[in-house]
């Protein structure tokens, strides 16, 4: 009989955590899943899928908007936020009970409680003691709260605040040009509402492709009517029935008004009071420590997700959690690669990246070509009305592709083919050599990858 109640015990349930205590039990341990708040944690709770659930609602009502032209006669089109909460809240409540069905049919004991270090092997949860021989922390993070004056006031929230509205303010500021912030403004302009978004670089979504980032502030979110400031250090906060954001631009004071303002300058890990300091886990500065196969300084403990501060997406979460399992569980050692991440922007339209971008290829003196396609051409995005877009596909001297940049209509489905063809060292030729469906928008794909050589059949010959 063991000396501890379990094999392994993993502290957090979101999507790292629930999949690494599944896969743990799948290797035959006697497992436990600890978790303070909900099965799936911040992503589905509080992040990715109430999010797109919402995202998706504003996407419905454009389409109604836009019915006619398809012959769809519909009388006066309206919206009911609270509606759409409630959908958004079905759907999370109903994935929530699919992840409490598989842990007890995978036979992962569930423990409701706030878990705490107390030495190597055990954990204090709500005043029970839980021992183990091993652990996998998996506690995520939440949103950031800069010290900015002003910013616990009336009607300034985060975007754990944000998801539990079923209402919407008249107008909204947004503090932070990043994904999250993006991703909201996309949904109150599409909903009607008026947005400023504030953001300290030049440029919104730091890091993205350079072009994509002119279509999408041109050609969508101006469109939209949403405020774009950059290169502004917002100084206060002062918050009521309406909000004004106080910032600086140019070593001018300025001022932004809204119903609401949303603070979105990404997210801090949960590491405080889980008792890390009584069995001296390492940090590196904010964030748990870990090498290549998620182990911790301590032998018997690992740490997946947010917490280790390498990328916070909830599929590098997951790809952690299998790989801890499988390393705690005395599997075939499984080392971490993050060298082909995609990630995504879920706008209107989408857009979807991996590997190095043209800006990172020049930075490092890469000798790159650039295939691309602008989805205007493509016939599948046409039918749908969603003809906004580019694919982008950069290769190295060789011609292997290195890097891939999608914009438009499913951009976040179709990356998971150029992520496939970078993970397998793919040529940009076997991509274009590669037959795709007709119709559909993933032939962007295959058309960018012609275009490397000039060869695009549906595009205008480029100017020698």
């Given at each position: 009989m063991s000396e501890y109640n379990?094999?392994?015990?993993?502290?957090?349930?979101?999507?790292?955590?629930?999949?690494?205590?599944i896969r743990c039990a799948q290797y035959g341990k006697n497992t436990a899943l600890v978790e303070a708040r909900d099965l799936g944690g911040t992503c589905l709770n509080r992040g990715c899928i109430p999010t797109k659930a919402l995202l998706h609602g504003a996407e419905v009502y454009q389409s109604a908007l836009n019915a006619a032209s398809c012959g769809v006669t519909t009388g006066e089109v309206g919206f009911d936020f609270a509606k759409?909460?409630?959908?958004?809240?079905?759907?999370?409540a109903g994935l929530r009970?699919?992840?409490?069905?598989?842990?007890?049919?995978?036979?992962?004991?569930?423990?409701?409680?706030?878990?705490?270090?107390?030495?190597?092997?055990?954990?204090?949860v709500d005043g029970e003691k839980v021992t183990f021989d091993k652990l996998i922390l998996a506690t995520g993070s939440a949103p950031a709260r800069p010290p900015i004056p002003g910013i616990d006031g009336e009607n300034v929230v985060t975007s754990d605040e944000v998801l539990s509205m079923t209402e919407l303010p008249d107008s909204f500021v947004i503090i932070g040009g990043g994904v999250i912030g993006i991703e909201f403004a996309t949904l109150f302009a599409s909903l009607g509402k008026p947005v400023t978004v504030i953001e300290?670089?030049?440029?919104?979504?730091?890091?993205?492709?350079?072009?994509?980032?002119?279509?999408?502030?041109?050609?969508?979110?101006?469109?939209?009517k949403v405020t774009v400031i950059n290169n502004a250090k917002v100084t206060g906060i002062n918050g009521g029935e309406k909000v004004t954001v106080t910032y600086e631009l140019n070593g001018a004071e300025k001022t932004a008004e809204g119903g609401c303002c949303v603070v979105a300058v990404g997210r801090r890990a949960m590491t405080a009071n889980i008792g890390l300091e009584n069995v001296g886990i390492e940090m590196n500065r904010a964030f748990v420590n870990i090498d290549d196969y998620c182990r911790t300084n301590i032998e018997n403990i690992y740490a997946i997700g947010d917490i280790t501060g390498k990328i916070q997406l909830a599929h590098v979460a997951s790809a952690q959690g299998l790989a801890?399992?499988?390393?705690?569980?005395?599997?075939?050692?499984?080392?971490?690669?993050?060298?082909?991440?995609?990630?995504?922007?879920?706008?209107?339209?989408?857009?979807?990246?991996?590997?190095?971008?043209?800006?990172?290829?020049?930075?490092?003196?890469?000798?790159?070509?650039?295939?691309?396609?602008?989805?205007?051409?493509?016939g599948r995005a046409m039918i749908m009305g969603e003809a906004?877009?580019?694919?982008?596909?950069?290769?190295?001297?060789?011609?292997?592709?290195?890097?891939?940049?999608?914009?438009?209509?499913?951009?976040?489905?179709?990356?998971?083919?150029?992520?496939?063809?970078?993970?397998?060292?793919?040529?940009?030729?076997?991509?274009?050599?590669t037959i795709h469906p007709h119709p559909t928008v993933s032939e962007v794909i295959a058309e960018a990858a012609h275009d490397r050589e000039g060869l695009c059949c549906h595009s205008l010959p480029k100017k020698k």
């Amino acid at each position: 009989m063991s000396e501890y109640n379990y094999d392994i015990v993993v502290l957090g349930a979101g999507p790292g955590g629930y999949e690494a205590a599944i896969r743990c039990a799948q290797y035959g341990k006697n497992t436990a899943l600890v978790e303070a708040r909900d099965l799936g944690g911040t992503c589905l709770n509080r992040g990715c899928i109430p999010t797109k659930a919402l995202l998706h609602g504003a996407e419905v009502y454009q389409s109604a908007l836009n019915a006619a032209s398809c012959g769809v006669t519909t009388g006066e089109v309206g919206f009911d936020f609270a509606k759409l909460a409630e959908y958004k809240d079905s759907v999370v409540a109903g994935l929530r009970k699919g992840i409490a069905g598989l842990e007890k049919a995978h036979g992962v004991k569930v423990i409701n409680g706030f878990g705490k270090l107390v030495d190597e092997h055990t954990l204090d949860v709500d005043g029970e003691k839980v021992t183990f021989d091993k652990l996998i922390l998996a506690t995520g993070s939440a949103p950031a709260r800069p010290p900015i004056p002003g910013i616990d006031g009336e009607n300034v929230v985060t975007s754990d605040e944000v998801l539990s509205m079923t209402e919407l303010p008249d107008s909204f500021v947004i503090i932070g040009g990043g994904v999250i912030g993006i991703e909201f403004a996309t949904l109150f302009a599409s909903l009607g509402k008026p947005v400023t978004v504030i953001e300290m670089m030049p440029s919104i979504l730091p890091g993205v492709d350079a072009d994509i980032v002119k279509m999408l502030s041109t050609r969508v979110l101006k469109r939209k009517k949403v405020t774009v400031i950059n290169n502004a250090k917002v100084t206060g906060i002062n918050g009521g029935e309406k909000v004004t954001v106080t910032y600086e631009l140019n070593g001018a004071e300025k001022t932004a008004e809204g119903g609401c303002c949303v603070v979105a300058v990404g997210r801090r890990a949960m590491t405080a009071n889980i008792g890390l300091e009584n069995v001296g886990i390492e940090m590196n500065r904010a964030f748990v420590n870990i090498d290549d196969y998620c182990r911790t300084n301590i032998e018997n403990i690992y740490a997946i997700g947010d917490i280790t501060g390498k990328i916070q997406l909830a599929h590098v979460a997951s790809a952690q959690g299998l790989a801890a399992a499988a390393n705690a569980c005395g599997q075939k050692s499984v080392k971490m690669d993050y060298s082909v991440v995609p990630s995504c922007i879920y706008t209107a339209p989408e857009i979807a990246f991996v590997g190095i971008g043209e800006e990172k290829a020049k930075q490092q003196g890469i000798e790159y070509k650039i295939g691309s396609f602008n989805v205007a051409g493509n016939g599948r995005a046409m039918i749908m009305g969603e003809a906004l877009g580019i694919a982008k596909l950069i290769s190295d001297a060789d011609g292997n592709l290195i890097g891939a940049q999608l914009m438009g209509p499913r951009a976040t489905d179709m990356i998971a083919e150029l992520a496939l063809a970078l993970k397998v060292g793919a040529s940009v030729e076997t991509i274009a050599e590669t037959i795709h469906p007709h119709p559909t928008v993933s032939e962007v794909i295959a058309e960018a990858a012609h275009d490397r050589e000039g060869l695009c059949c549906h595009s205008l010959p480029k100017k020698k």
